[in-house]
């Protein structure tokens, strides 16, 4: 009669908490940092263009995302900033950061959907170019720019959800920086050697016993 001898099973490499913590991790700093870089590329671009009438003809108009609005550039650095604050705090902290990541994100998305029919920027431009404050612009067309700005801020969106679900399996700032206000102990000092002028004088300022008795 033969025996079956039992094989075990081949012992998983992590843990899954610490896998998902680590992909969770490496995905959120790709999105965030991709998406904060999309956002501030495209308000650097032109999206919208269009005409006004002057006394030559028509005058063509371009604006650029910061013409239009600055909310998209100021959310995407607060959340790429959002995304590193997430490393120096810990528990409460985290999730606050984390929130505030997210709702970077939600924000750039919703200001740069809006910023695609505002037409404020090209209708300032038309009255510069006119002299006449009451000018607008005649006609306006759009780029996909804006569209760049909201997938950017779609990215760091998905990056505030990875650390919301996460951020708890994530790696803090080592607490060698941190101080928790305890003294730190005084180093011991060998007795000022005798034969060294310099020595003595150096442990009497200090208030010590230079003979080390």
């Given at each position: 009669?033969?025996?079956?001898?039992?094989?075990?099973?081949?012992?998983?490499?992590?843990?899954?908490?610490?896998?998902?913590?680590?992909?969770?991790?490496?995905?959120?700093?790709?999105?965030?940092?991709?998406?904060?870089?999309l956002v501030l590329l495209a308000?650097?671009?032109?999206?919208?263009?269009?005409?006004?009438?002057?006394?030559?003809?028509?005058f063509p108009l371009s604006a650029?995302?910061?013409?239009?609005?600055?909310?998209?550039?100021?959310?995407?650095?607060?959340?790429?900033?959002?995304?590193?604050?997430?490393?120096?705090?810990?528990?409460?902290?985290?999730?606050?950061?984390?929130?505030?990541?997210?709702?970077?994100?939600?924000?750039?998305?919703?200001?740069?959907?809006?910023?695609?029919?505002?037409?404020?920027?090209?209708?300032?431009?038309?009255?510069?170019?006119?002299?006449?404050?009451?000018?607008?612009?005649?006609?306006?067309?759009?780029?996909?720019?804006?569209?760049?700005?909201?997938?950017?801020?779609?990215?760091?969106?998905?990056?505030?959800?990875?650390?919301?679900?996460?951020?708890?399996?994530?790696?803090?700032?080592?607490?060698?920086?941190?101080?928790?206000?305890?003294?730190?102990?005084?180093?011991?000092?060998?007795?000022?050697?005798?034969?060294?002028?310099?020595?003595?004088?150096?442990?009497?300022?200090?208030?010590?016993?230079?003979?080390?008795?």
């Amino acid at each position: 009669m033969g025996y079956v001898t039992a094989v075990p099973n081949p012992r998983p490499d992590a843990p899954a908490p610490a896998r998902a913590g680590r992909r969770s991790l490496a995905l959120a700093l790709l999105s965030g940092a991709l998406g904060a870089a999309l956002v501030l590329l495209a308000t650097r671009r032109g999206w919208s263009d269009g005409t006004t009438t002057v006394a030559g003809g028509e005058f063509p108009l371009s604006a650029t995302g910061s013409d239009v609005t600055g909310v998209p550039a100021a959310l995407a650095i607060v959340g790429l900033a959002s995304l590193v604050a997430v490393f120096a705090v810990r528990r409460a902290g985290r999730w606050l950061v984390a929130g505030l990541l997210a709702l970077s994100g939600a924000g750039t998305v919703v200001s740069a959907l809006l910023g695609v029919s505002d037409s404020s920027a090209l209708d300032e431009k038309a009255a510069a170019a006119t002299g006449d404050t009451a000018a607008t612009a005649d006609t306006m067309t759009h780029t996909g720019w804006p569209y760049v700005a909201v997938a950017g801020g779609l990215l760091l969106f998905l990056a505030g959800l990875l650390a919301l679900r996460y951020g708890r399996l994530w790696p803090a700032m080592s607490g060698r920086y941190e101080r928790d206000g305890t003294p730190r102990p005084r180093r011991s000092r060998a007795p000022a050697d005798p034969d060294r002028p310099e020595e003595i004088w150096k442990a009497l300022d200090r208030g010590e016993d230079p003979t080390g008795a």
